[in-house]
């Protein structure tokens, strides 16, 4: 197997890979008709990458029979419209029975978080991806980076002795890092997605990225999609016209280490009628004196 074989999925990353959120139900279970009300939205306003069980979506608040929840229903939405990259993680066995359900489902690749283990070496990081890529060698993998001290050679041997590790989704803030990163791993070899979404694309696409994770996608599909036109046609002052418009959203996202990321997204979802705004622990609802900035920012983006 090569490279070659996975070209669909290629193309997929190099899109806006959407992260769906996870909406809860005022009993605190799924909301599952919400849920796909909102991958429909997703889907008819263009989406064509879909990323269930993503940070965005909760990944780490969610239960195992959650987790398969998700993915079932986004496969079943997504029913050929749209690519589904899978989020896997936690220990070995278990992100491998996801990845190995995810296959089942018929999802066509994997996201694989990065381990949250206190002690991570570089031997190890490669043995679990490749562990997990092992068990669905027909399935696209692709890597969560968020280690700036995670070494570009690791990741290419990764990608020597798994051919269907074909894209990574780098989330450390540093552009002149990523752009040394992607060419001493592989520019070519891998799929280079820009995965701390819209603020950062711009920049990532610059020296390399074709693509941009996204969960401010859920509240505004075209913008986030109109930026990955300008991007791809090399318009950066339109891109940038796009960066001036959520600029304010997104910084309320990334504050306080991220604290409020999927807060603000999913305050942003009430405040249109689509969801609840509940979270899961160790997130947090907006305090009510911040919700009416949330409506007012994104106040007049079209879906």
């Known amino acids: 197997m090569t490279s070659a074989d996975f070209s669909g999925q290629r193309h997929a990353l190099a899109d806006v890979v959407a992260i769906p959120v996870t909406p809860f139900a005022a009993d605190g279970s799924l909301d599952t008709a919400a849920h796909r009300a909102l991958l429909r939205r997703l889907l008819d306003g263009g989406v064509r990458t879909l990323t269930p069980n993503g940070n965005t979506g909760e990944f780490y608040a969610l239960t195992p029979e959650e987790r398969r929840a998700v993915t079932e229903l986004t496969v079943e939405e997504a ?80 990608g020597e002795s798994c051919p269907n590790v074909i894209g990574v989704k780098y989330a450390v803030p540093d552009a002149a890092r990523f752009a040394a990163f992607a060419r001493d791993a592989g520019l070519d070899r891998f799929v280079w997605v820009a995965g701390l979404a819209e603020l950062y694309a711009p920049a990532y696409f610059a020296v390399g990225a074709t693509g941009f994770t996204s969960g401010l996608v859920n509240v505004s599909p075209s913008v986030s999609l109109g930026m990955l036109d300008a991007l791809r046609a090399g318009d950066y002052p339109a891109a940038m016209k796009t960066w001036e418009q959520i600029r304010a959203f997104e910084e309320l996202r990334a504050a306080h280490r991220s604290a409020d990321n999927v807060s603000v997204v999913k305050e942003a979802l009430a405040s249109l009628g689509l969801c609840r705004r509940d979270v899961r622990a160790p997130s947090r609802v907006l305090p009510g004196e911040r919700r009416g900035a949330i409506a007012a920012l994104t106040a007049g983006w079209s879906a």
């Open 79 to 158: 029913a050929g419209r749209a690519t589904v990259v899978v989020g896997v993680g936690h220990d070995v066995p278990t992100a491998v029975a996801d990845a190995e359900h995810a296959r089942d489902a018929g999802a066509q690749m994997l996201m694989v978080h990065q381990p949250v283990h206190p002690y991570v070496s570089q031997d190890g990081w490669a043995d679990y991806h490749r562990a997990v890529a092992g068990a669905v060698p027909g399935l696209g993998v692709v890597p969560y980076v968020r280690d700036p001290l995670l070494s570009a050679r690791s990741l290419a041997a990764l």
